[in-house]
T-cell receptor, first 115, second 115 residues
Framework: GAVVSQHPSWVICKSGTSVKIECRSL??????MFWYRQFPKQSLMLMATSNEGSKATYEQGVEKDKFLINHASLTLSTLTVTSAHPEDSSFYICSARPQDYNEQFFGPGTRLTVL | GENVEQHPSTLSVQEGDSAVIKCTYSDSASNYFPWYKQELGKRPQLIIDIRSNVGEKKDQRIAVTLNKTAKHFSLHITETQPEDSAVYFCAASIGYGGSQGNLIFGKGTKLSVKP
């Protein structure tokens, strides 16, 4: 149990386009989902926390208009990178947490390359 | 806010030896401390966790110890094997659910086990 999927696993796009990444909890309901960014050989940096049905809470320094997060259901959260630029190229990982749990279950990640 | 320091950043051991990774945290209210293993290009996998009401937890070759007074916790891997080679992250969080419970990660330790 506790499987989280992420789609797509990798994407290459042109500068200026928008990219949507989906995160799904397959066998549990996730009241909270998290989006992380990971640069090569570095740790996971929390970008934002999303709770189902409410606006996401962004970490300091993360532009909410650039990284749009939607958590429309208890099993799906989406991250849209708008007007992507090469510096947005990174590994984006989501995680999902069941209600009243501390444990987070991670998705497999999405590697975004912006040309 | 919470700050998690992790040491060492790299660790190389011979197969069969033990490996110890240490983390310190700053917020005495933190009460949940998971350890994640991440292989290259893959998702972080929870390997063991400990809550603040417990001083030590063991699962086969892996153990975690927690010293609340000193605000540090450690991961111990005994009888290391080449497949233990990966990056290990410690994390700390506060409370359950709601706006609490966000994981703050250490910077990671790259463990290499030489056959």
């Amino acid at each position: 149990g506790a499987v989280v999927s992420q789609h797509p696993s990798w994407v290459i796009c042109k500068s200026g386009t928008s990219v949507k990444i989906e995160c799904r909890s397959l066998d549990f309901q996730a009241t909270t989902m998290f989006w992380y960014r990971q640069f090569p050989k570095q740790s996971l940096m929390l970008m934002a926390t999303s709770n189902e049905g409410s606006k996401a809470t962004y970490e300091q320094g993360v532009e909410k208009d650039k990284f749009l997060i939607n958590h429309a259901s208890l099993t799906l959260s989406t991250l849209t990178v708008t007007s992507a630029h090469p510096e947005d190229s990174s590994f984006y990982i989501c995680s999902a947490r069941p209600q009243d749990y501390n444990e987070q279950f991670f998705g497999p990640g999405t590697r975004l390359t912006v040309l | 806010g919470e700050n998690v320091e992790q040491h060492p950043s790299t660790l190389s051991v011979q197969e069969g030896d033990s490996a110890v990774i240490k983390c310190t945290y700053s917020d005495s209210a933190s009460n949940y401390f998971p350890w994640y293993k991440q292989e290259l290009g893959k998702r972080p996998q929870l390997i063991i966790d400990i809550r603040s009401n417990v001083g030590e937890k063991k699962d086969q070759r892996i153990a975690v110890t927690l010293n609340k007074t000193a605000k540090h916790f450690s991961l111990h891997i005994t009888e290391t094997q080449p497949e233990d080679s990966a990056v290990y992250f410690c994390a700390a969080s506060i409370g359950y659910g709601g706006s609490q419970g966000n994981l703050i990660f250490g910077k990671g330790t790259k463990l290499s086990v030489k056959p």
